[in-house]
Every structure is written in C-alpha cells, then in structure tokens.
C-alpha cells in the first residue's frame, strides 16, 4: 500500500524563520510570478534546514524543510532528507511517506531507495524494506549501506515469515 503526501499547500507561510524575514519575502508571497525568486528561496530554506540538520537542530531543519516543499514539492533529494530526519526523531509514519515521496519522484536514485529501506524496516515492515533494499542494490550495486544493511533486512524478512515470531 503506498501513502501519499497531499498536495494541497496553504495560500501564506504561516510560521517563518526569522532569518529568512524580510519586505523582499512579503513583497514575493503576492506575487505569483516570481518563480524564479520563489525557487531560489526554497532553495534557501533547503539550505538553512541542511545547516540545521548538521548541526543536530532536527526540530528546525524540519521546519526550513516544511517550507522548502511548499515551494519545490518535487524536489526528490528534500524529501529524502526530510524522511531520515523524521525517521531519526521517531516519526516513522511520516518518514514513510516522505521516503515514498522520493522514490516516487525519483525512482531511478538509489538513495532514495535505500532511505525508504531504512525507514520501511524501522517501521516493523522488513518485507518491504527487503524489496527497496534490493531496488537500491540492483540500481547501485556496490553501494557499501546497502551491502552492509541488506543482510539484516533478510534476516528480519525471513524471521517474519516464521509462525510466532516477530521480526522487530
């Protein structure tokens, strides 16, 4: 089954970083036509969610990525980074979707594929963790993670299969 992130997106940013404030933002959010503004600015808010993201700031670089995806919704790589993030705080469902999201844009990067993997194996679904764990190996074969992780997602995948044994 797969989940999807909705589409519908809000008219005005309703919570803003400070840092990104300015008349040049309120100036922007009016005018539909600036896309190229408009891409350059989720492309900032990309940036200063990563520097929050690498400084250990999850909480914040979740809410610079929040804004990011009302701006750039298909922007493969910002919902992979979103899926770690929330995978990494305990937000599995989410993470989930975020990770899907990614594939689902960008089928052919086997990133993505391997971040869905993690998530789907966090999730208690090593079956489908095991299906993306090899979507990721056959497009990147010598991928060190998915080497490295892919024996653990068959073993947890085998042991679901067992009668009266849970694999998480």
């Known amino acids: 089954m797969a ?46 969610g990563t520097q929050f993201g690498e400084a250990g700031d999850y909480q914040a670089a979740l809410r610079c990525w929040d804004q990011a995806v009302l701006i750039q919704p298909n922007n493969s790589s910002l919902h992979e980074m979103r899926a770690q993030v929330l995978n990494d705080i305990g937000h599995t469902f989410e993470a989930l979707q975020a990770a899907q999201q990614a594939v689902a844009l960008q089928p052919d990067w086997a990133e993505a594929h391997l971040t869905l993997a993690r998530v789907q194996l966090n999730y208690g679904e ?42 998480h």
């Open 3 to 48: 989940f999807k992130i909705s589409e519908a997106r809000p008219r005005k940013v309703q919570k803003r970083i400070p840092a990104f404030e300015d008349a040049a933002d309120d100036e922007e959010d009016s005018n539909p036509t600036s896309s190229s503004k408009h891409a350059s600015q989720g492309e900032a808010w990309v940036a200063k």
């Open 126 to 167: 090593p079956q489908m963790a095991l299906a993306s764990y090899q979507a990721a190996a056959k497009l990147k074969p010598d991928h060190s993670d998915v080497l490295k992780e892919l024996p653990t997602a068959q073993m947890y995948a085998k042991l679901q299969q067992q009668p009266g044994t849970r694999a």
